[in-house]
């Protein structure tokens, strides 16, 4: 079994990684990967007591109300934008192999 293989306009083989998880625990709700995604896999949420980011103080006079989550990950394509953005490594992605 491969994957699913394309290839760049310039004619470099290239693998698409699709997102198939969010660590809640991770994201700050910033919203960049929602700014740079290109279809409607995103959507913030209001965060659960359980989804506090694991560098979260109790001090902290402001605390983060809003998580991004996978809305629709089967609307992804695949191109990783939303992890080269992400400043605290949120999601995981992977290759979709070919049905044998």
Do not use: N, Q
């Amino acid at each position: 079994m491969s994957d699913i293989t394309g290839i760049t306009r310039g004619g470099t083989p290239w693998t698409p990684e699709f997102a198939v998880a969010l660590d809640a625990k991770k994201c700050i709700g910033c919203g960049r990967c929602y700014k740079v995604c290109t279809r409607d896999v995103l959507e913030l949420i209001d965060r659960s007591e359980d989804d506090l980011p694991e560098d979260d103080d109790d001090d902290d006079s402001e605390s983060i109300s809003s998580v991004m989550s996978l809305a629709d990950p089967m609307d992804c394509t695949g191109c990783g934008a939303c992890s080269r953005v992400c400043p605290k490594a949120c999601f995981t992605h992977s290759a979709m192999p070919l049905a044998a």
